[in-house]
């Protein structure tokens, strides 16, 4: 008999408990209207940036953001999950593809550029590459500094996992396709790091190094290096950054090679909540806040 | 920790349970009402056993269900190797974890050897460690420091493994990277120190028990051969326990091949084929977790990524049987 009203107390308190819980969820969701968006790491301080600017103005909006790299938040708006997906490389042919059999269709926003800068560590005499050599290490056909009249020590490769799109961007604009039109992997022995910042933080304490990442991310940085980068053998050598300043002329008129978009995706023509968070990025506000993060703004 | 407990209680209890069901001591019938409610325990708690059996079949019938579809695609054979063909005809026989390539590779070899490379050195140091602190729990502290020693170790067990990782990778690299200069300053070797970390509790606390369920005659005996503490410990306990301290490594060693978050962290992840403990390499885990995440459902690189998991699910599961049967042999054996 004991049993039995120890039961059913312990279940009369959850259910209670339930009731609690779903009245609470309801009342918030009367109050503020919840966008959320998920996607490219590289651009996860931006949006929060932009979140925290426009959640001010409008205090019954709540942006969410979380990171997780371009392939995963493409993934999250393919499955509904999610309003805005943050990318930092176009959608694939594929994921248009999945995205018409489960009848989304995504708009695309352009909503700032970042360039990608090769870092090495500090110590390491190199100040320039051209492309092709950039290309030559990371494909693994470089295996030792000296070979580029750097120092005599192995070359370590740092890289990032398959789901960033600064991988993704980096394969196909600076890796290319080889003579066989299949486009080049990274090398074997590349590392892989989670994240620009582990990435920068490898970086920094390897003397033999390097590796890739927003220049956003570097700029200010004083424990790695920024290369500057040749289109060819008698081009100009161009820094992304300087003095802790991103070079953003080199960057909208393309001297700086390594660049790209930043884009955000709906699902279709947006709802009036995320319209109008959209519409706040695009704005010479929400464009200023770009150029503070240490981004580059669309060229006006 | 298992809790050993021998057969001759087990029985007893049963017994006395028996007894109850069918008549009391007075030799009365027992009440219907009361026999019900002993049923419906009874059943309760079997169901509870049961859900836990249940919930195995149905994760073992997922993963194979999900698995087996990369065969459809995926041969075999090239989960060993992908034949690249060159420019000048020729082929190139590789041995590469490449999904994301144009020409996708999925070849396990190179995590198979990663996961191994990893696994062993682990299971080696902490072997030595592990076990010497059994012994010494076992045999030699003083109880008082042993009521402090043991949980304390057991508490050791339960850091969460992410906080292992972010240490190994932030002080323990830095650390081995100013006094060795390894080729990588994320490898193997670092990541198996992680490893350690969180299997020297496991063997540690699992040779104790073997130990100490080894009846005292036979200390007795030994000390009355004259035998000293060590030649008693080295000839005549260890020697009699070894079928429970092995267990308690293989044990170990299934966790090592297991364990995801340290690799992740401390591995560097570069998919080298290679038996150099100073370079980095990825493990069948840390593929799972990289590239789970981003990898879009239904892909062969997804179902892929399943067969990864029933390669891991299949060695786990059979290191555990192996450890288990051992176990049940020795509390057997130990039965006098």
């Not at chain 2, 369920?213 to 051969?225: E, K, N, V, W």
Request: aromatic residues 10%; hydrophobic residues 45%; glycine residues 8%.
């Amino acid at each position: 008999m004991k049993l039995n009203k120890k039961l059913t107390l312990v279940i009369s308190a959850i259910l209670v408990g339930l009731v609690f819980l779903t009245g609470c969820k309801k009342k918030e969701e009367v109050e503020k209207t919840i966008v959320s968006v998920k996607g490219s790491d590289t651009m996860v301080n931006l949006s929060q940036k932009w979140a925290e600017t426009y959640m001010k103005k409008n205090p019954n909006a709540s942006i969410q953001v979380t990171g997780g790299g371009s392939g995963t938040g493409v993934a999250a708006l393919l499955n509904g999950t999610m309003d805005i997906a943050n990318s930092s490389r176009e959608l694939k042919e594929k994921e248009y593809e999945i995205a018409k059999s489960k009848s989304i269709t995504p708009k695309e926003f352009k909503v700032a550029l970042d360039g990608i800068a090769v870092i090495v560590n500090t110590t390491n005499p190199i100040n320039e590459l051209t492309i092709a050599q950039v290309r030559d290490i990371f494909i693994g056909k470089y295996l030792n500094w000296k070979e580029l009249s750097g120092s005599d020590s192995p070359i370590v490769l740092y890289g990032r996992e398959n789901s960033s799109g600064t991988y993704e961007f980096f394969k196909e604009h600076v890796l290319g396709k080889d003579e066989r039109g299949e486009t080049r992997d990274f090398a074997n022995n590349t590392q892989v790091l989670q994240g620009t910042a582990a990435l920068g933080e490898a970086v920094a304490h390897d003397l033999k190094g390097i590796g890739y990442g927003g220049v956003g991310y570097f700029a200010a940085r004083t424990d790695v290096k920024i290369l500057k980068i040749k289109a060819d053998e008698q081009a100009l050598a161009i820094a992304p950054a300087q003095d802790g300043k991103v070079n953003y002329e080199a960057i909208w008129n393309g001297t700086y090679s390594i660049s790209r978009y930043l884009y955000c995706y709906t699902n279709g023509t947006p709802d009036k909540k995320v319209q109008d968070f959209m519409d706040f990025i695009l704005s010479k506000e929400g464009q200023d806040l770009v150029k503070q993060m240490e981004y580059i703004p669309l060229p006006q | 920790m298992t809790e050993i407990q021998t057969s001759d209680e087990k029985v007893e209890v049963e017994d006395s349970v028996q007894e109850r069901a069918e008549s009391s001591l007075y030799g009365k019938k027992i009440s219907l009402k009361v026999r019900v409610k002993e049923k419906i325990i009874e059943y309760f708690f079997a169901l509870n056993g049961a859900v836990a059996l249940i919930f195995i079949i149905l994760i073992f019938i997922f993963l194979f269900k999900e698995g087996i579809n990369a065969l459809n695609n995926i041969g075999l054979l090239d989960f060993i190797y992908y034949d690249q063909v060159q420019l000048n005809q020729t082929v190139e026989r590789l041995f590469e974890w490449y999904p994301t390539s144009s020409e996708e590779r999925y070849s396990l070899l190179p995590l198979i050897v990663g996961t191994l490379l990893t696994a062993i050195p682990a299971t080696l140091i902490s072997t030595f460690f592990g076990v010497a602190a059994g012994v010494y729990l076992s045999e030699i502290v003083n109880p008082k420091l042993r009521e402090f020693l043991k949980p304390m170790i057991e508490l050791f067990a339960s850091i969460p493994t992410v906080v292992l990782g972010f240490l190994i990778l932030v002080v323990g690299a830095t650390i081995f990277n100013d006094l060795f200069h390894p080729s990588n300053r994320l490898n193997a070797f670092i990541a198996s120190l992680g490893l350690s970390f969180v299997i020297i509790p496991i063997i540690a606390s699992m040779t104790e028990d073997a130990l100490r369920s080894i009846p005292t005659d036979l200390r007795m005996a030994s000390y009355g051969l004259g035998a000293t503490k060590w030649q008693t410990i080295s000839r005549v306990i260890i020697p009699a326990g070894f079928s429970g301290v092995s267990a308690s490594i293989i044990l170990g060693f299934g966790r090592a091949v297991g364990e995801t978050m340290i690799v992740l962290m401390a591995a560097g992840n570069a998919a080298n084929i290679t038996t150099d403990l100073l370079l980095s390499v990825r493990t069948m885990t840390a593929t799972i977790a990289a590239e789970m995440g981003e990898v879009s459902q239904g892909s062969d690189h997804y179902y892929a990524l399943f067969f990864i998991g029933i390669i891991l699910f299949t060695i786990t599961f059979f290191l555990n049987l192996i450890a288990e049967i051992i176990i049940n042999k020795m509390r057997k054996k130990n039965v006098f």
